[in-house]
T-cell receptor
Framework: NAGVTQTPKFRILKIGQSMTLQCTQD?????MYWYRQDPGMGLKLIYY???????DKGEVPNGYNVSRSTTEDFPLRLELAAPSQTSVYFC????????????FGEGSRLTVL | DAKTTQPNSMESNEEEPVHLPCNHS???????IHWYRQLPSQGPEYVIH???SNVNNRMASLAIAEDRKSSTLILHRATLRDAAVYYC????FGGGMNRDDKIIFGKGTRLHILP
């Protein structure tokens, strides 16, 4: 059982480039989330989805886009990378908040130079 | 969203119990209390959650005040592996595809374990 899988694990981007962080879960969870974590800081919610076809903005959505065409996949797109987007990105999924647990991926470390 | 307040850092001796406090004075009746922890260079991992009653699992215990305005995560016998940042989080009960269902992390408490 793979759980939540994120790719790539590491990436260096130049300012203005675009890229997509992939997130896939095999637990048939309805809820999926993208967080970012800057060095020494807590996690900030970027976008989340409560089911296929439904996405909502979190605390820090600017500069990002998401889609949720299937239950399994929740990609995060950076359109015009900026140095302020240098961070570690975590994808998570859960069956339902009242049933407990978010499952997190291993993280994707992104550096924008 | 209801907010939580936690101490920035705490220290404890190895093999002793640890009580990590969390204040959430604006909690609503439908908010669940969740605890996660994040070990160095890893993603967060679930510890425990509850609504009104105290909860126990293999990792920890959660003690919830009668008025629900505060809670305490209890590690019964701390080990060096328990050194991490511990996050106390409130989330609304959604019961389905509720667009308000989201978990917001605060800054957490950095727990240091002294050998």
């Amino acid at each position: 059982n793979a759980g939540v899988t994120q790719t790539p694990k590491f990436r260096i981007l130049k300012i203005g480039q675009s890229m997509t962080l992939q997130c896939t879960q095999d637990m048939n969870h309805n809820y999926m989330y993208w967080y970012r974590q800057d060095p020494g800081m807590g996690l900030k919610l970027i976008y989340y989805s409560v089911g296929a076809g439904i996405t909502d903005k979190g605390e820090v959505p600017n500069g990002y886009n998401v889609s949720r065409s299937t239950t399994e996949d929740f990609p995060l797109r950076l359109e015009l990378a900026a140095p302020s987007q240098t961070s570690v990105y975590f994808c998570a999924s859960s069956r339902g908040l009242n049933t407990g647990e978010l499952f997190f991926g291993e993280g994707s470390r992104l550096t924008v130079l | 969203d209801a907010k939580t307040t936690q101490p920035n850092s705490m220290e404890s001796n190895e093999e002793e119990p640890v009580h990590l406090p969390c204040n959430h004075s604006t909690i609503s009746g439908t908010d669940y209390i969740h605890w996660y922890r994040q070990l160095p260079s890893q993603g967060p991992e679930y510890v425990i959650h509850g609504l009104t009653s105290n909860v126990n699992n293999r990792m920890a215990s959660l003690a919830i005040a009668e008025d629900r305005k505060s809670s305490t995560l209890i590690l019964h016998r701390a080990t060096l592996r328990d050194a991490a940042v511990y996050y106390c989080i409130l989330s609304m009960f959604g019961g389905g595809m509720n667009r308000d269902d989201k978990i917001i992390f605060g800054k957490g408490t950095r727990l240091h374990i002294l050998p």
